[in-house]
């Protein structure tokens, strides 16, 4: 038996879920590439109690730290990651494992933590994540509960509205730009809300997810057609699983909403005032991604040079007054009459006939 272990650590004992799964997430690829074993992280050592959920013993950070004792340990960091390229995790990690004849040793732990390197160069463990946490204890029993409030026909936009732990909202936008982790304005949310409304009518429905309470959500609910999960217990898994379901996610500034964005196919909103803005005509996240200003900026041009227009990929910033772009009000109505099971040929065992459709040749 080949003793090879990934570990995957995480600062402090307060993380929250976006936080634990990125290192996750990470220790997860590199074990497939190196037939090694997947270790979870300490949940145990985690206040917020996730070992409930992942069905870890409740002391495996005992487990944890007596295997870095017990075998050399190899650490793989943002440095190491950079050295060879960055980007995809699969391509940079590779030629770190050639150097430390990581295939060919044994018994070995690798260790990584933290958070660098974001979702992108996790993206070929998104399935490995939604698994995860749809497999967890209480997530299949919550999201069935979720499903049986939402109508399937309406337009569901998911809300996540971060309120209990983040503090006072600042009182000027400027204070957003480049943070996490602060409190979203709940006009904010309403202005969206409204904006949603006047153009989809009754067509469409809002998933509120939030840690505030009926009395701090009120100014956002009230005359709105709005469901909430906080009546369900233990809602971790299941609430970042719903929101990730929803036809159009509408974001907080945490961890938590970015990685329901990373589980999610569909288009999401962020708030503007957080984001930078620059003179090549797009926004960043942090202000400070070199790499990805070099991409994005030429892309951009060649697609506007080829059809006219700029194309917006799933994130789109909103500003204060919760004003949103043409197009994403006419997407969501055709997305979902498109994914509709009347319209579904092995649902329904019908198909419409589109007498217009040109055949595509190889001539």
């Not at 090549?280 to 994005?296: L, M």
Request: proline share 5%; glycine share 8%; charged share 20%.
């Amino acid at each position: 038996m080949t003793m090879r272990f990934c570990l995957p650590r995480v600062q402090g004992r307060g993380a929250g879920l976006g936080n634990e799964l990125i290192p996750w997430a990470r220790s997860f690829l590199a074990a497939q590439m190196l037939g090694a074993q997947c270790l979870s992280p300490a949940f145990g050592m985690n206040s917020r109690r996730y070992w409930r959920h992942f069905g870890t013993p409740r002391y495996d950070f005992v487990v944890n730290r007596a295997i870095e004792k017990l075998l050399p340990v190899v650490r793989y960091t943002e440095a190491d990651f950079l050295r060879h390229g960055g980007g995809d995790f699969v391509k940079a990690f590779a030629p770190f494992a050639e150097e430390h004849n990581l295939h060919n040793r044994s018994p070995y732990v690798l260790v990584t933590d933290g958070m660098w390197g974001g979702f992108r160069h996790i993206a070929k463990a998104r399935d490995f994540v939604y698994s995860t946490l749809y497999q967890s204890r209480f997530a299949a029993k919550n999201l069935l509960a979720v499903q049986r409030r939402l109508d399937p026909v309406k337009i569901t936009v998911g809300m996540h509205v971060r309120l209990g732990d983040f503090g006072a909202v600042p009182t000027e936008l400027s204070a957003y730009q480049g943070k996490f982790n602060l409190a979203l304005p709940l006009q904010w949310y309403r202005n969206i809300a409204t904006s949603l409304v006047r153009e989809l009518g009754d067509k469409v429905q809002f998933l509120v997810v939030s840690d505030g309470t009926a009395e701090q959500l009120l100014p956002l609910l009230q005359g709105l057609s709005a469901v909430t999960t906080s009546d369900l217990p233990d809602s971790d898994c299941s609430d970042l699983l719903a929101l990730a379901n929803t036809d159009l996610l509408v974001c907080s500034v945490s961890s938590f909403s970015a990685t329901a964005a990373y589980l999610s196919k569909a288009p999401y909103l962020w708030f503007e005032p957080n984001l930078q803005k620059h003179p090549q005509g797009f926004y960043s996240i942090w202000g400070h991604e070199p790499t990805q200003t070099q991409q994005s900026s030429p892309t951009q041009q060649a697609l506007k040079e080829a059809s006219g227009k700029v194309l917006q990929g799933r994130g789109m910033a909103v500003d204060m007054l919760g004003k949103l772009p043409r197009h994403v009000a006419s997407d969501l109505i055709v997305n979902k009459e498109r994914l509709l099971q009347q319209r579904d040929l092995i649902q329904y065992g019908v198909t419409s006939i589109c007498p217009e459709q040109e055949a595509i040749t190889t001539t």
